[in-house]
């Protein structure tokens, strides 16, 4: 059955409802905003709005980005990589399997003093943390201390999930790669018996994860017993609740540990490991002069041709040493404004050939 078309009906929303009916419309309200007459601001771009904009941005990012820059330069920091791949290097042969444990000697010279606070990082190089199944392998109800999960873990730490028919804990890859190596680090003065510098390894976690996302399980004084019917991870040398003596940085919410399990976002990486914290304003942290690192080489890296190095840091109100930020903003500035003053000459230049054309007619 021919529906008769009526423009009518369209114009005001459609035919006539039934009497007694609900009337029907699709006619937006009569709003400014659902009839878009809502006020607006549309810039017009000339000469004079244009110009002063790039010189502005010019003016200001290149001094913060040169403050930033001498900040970033201010701060003292130096790498040691100890790999020991070259034949020359003390920790060569730390890479024989048949030599464990395996300690090994690096001596450096520190030129300048390190003021303030130190901090010293473990960095790895070609090892993807960021690896989609890398990052699901874990179980943070385990590790949130979750009695139901300490025994029975995610299928998503497969195939670290149990081992010699007992559940892992704490299972998964990530807990299973975690970094053990040892690093001492010592100052040779004038006499014949080296200084040991004091490294803090509690504080260097996130209070977040210290006290909210990692807890031990719940249960008596003895660690032992809480985490009684689990075994350790394939690759740990020790248990879990043996990782410190110091009750509070044991178990699960070991720092170490806790750091470890923050995955990195890229290949190359650092990961803080000890705090070296200023004793007296009088005096540096770590004055200049000869310095050895003592390695427990236990860390094997050689087999995915990853590189190991140790790193000793100071910071500054923006974090550590970092030039891009400074280097970013000198180019963002320099080129904002070197675009002002080309666009400068281009207006000055069509400006008098434009009014000169006007005269000419």
């Given amino acids: 059955m021919a529906m008769n078309y009526n423009a009518k009906d369209e114009v005001d929303g459609g035919p006539p409802c039934a009497p007694g009916g609900t009337a029907k ?24 709005t244009v110009l002063p904009t790039f010189f502005i941005i010019g003016l200001i990012f290149i001094p913060i980005g040169i403050g930033i820059f001498v900040t970033s330069n201010n701060i003292r920091e130096i790498e040691i990589d100890y790999t ?18 395996c300690v090994c000697t690096i001596n450096f010279t520190l030129e300048k003093s390190f003021e303030g606070n130190v901090f010293m990082y473990y960095g790895l190089s070609n090892f993807y943390q960021n690896h989609r199944r890398y990052v699901k392998s874990r179980d ?17 730490c497969e195939p670290y999930r149990r081992n010699e028919d ?5 299972c998964g890859a990530i807990a299973n790669s975690m970094f053990n190596d040892t690093l001492e680090l ?6 014949s018996y080296p200084t040991p510098i004091t490294l803090k390894k509690k504080g260097i ?3 977040t994860d210290k006290n909210v996302k990692f807890r031990n399980p719940p249960g008596g004084e003895n660690l032992e017993e809480r985490f009684k019917g689990t075994t350790k991870p394939v690759n740990w040398l020790k248990p879990v609740y043996m990782l410190d003596s110091d009750p509070d940085n044991n178990g699960f919410i070991n720092e170490d540990f806790i750091v470890w399990m ?14 070296i914290e200023r004793k007296s304003d009088l005096h540096p942290t770590l004055p200049a002069g000869r310095y050895y690192l003592n390695i427990t080489y236990n860390y094997p890296v050689h087999s995915f041709d990853g590189r190991k190095r140790m790193i000793l840091s100071t910071i500054s109100w923006m974090g550590g040493k970092n030039p891009f930020l400074g280097i970013a ?33």
Avoid: M
């Fill in 262 to 275: 923050r995955t990195a976002a890229l290949p190359t990486f650092r990961k803080l490991y000890r705090l």
């Fill in 84 to 101: 020991g791949t070259e034949p020359s290097s003390p920790c060569n042969k730390c890479l024989s399997p048949d030599v464990t444990p």
């Fill in 205 to 207: 976690a996130w209070w």
């Fill in 166 to 170: 007992k559940p892992i804990a704490p």
């Fill in 329 to 361: 903003y000198i180019a963002i500035g320099s080129i904002s404004f070197l675009l002002g003053v080309v666009l400068l000459v281009i207006n000055h230049k069509y400006r008098n050939s434009s009014n000169t054309a006007d005269i000419t007619i």
């Fill in 25 to 48: 419309t699709r006619r937006p309200d009569n709003t400014a905003f659902k009839q878009q007459r809502l006020p607006a601001w549309q810039p017009i771009l000339t000469a004079g």
């Fill in 186 to 191: 010592f100052l040779i003065g004038n006499d």
């Fill in 140 to 156: 943070d109800s385990q590790l949130n201390g979750d009695s139901s999960a300490l025994l029975n873990p995610s299928k998503e």
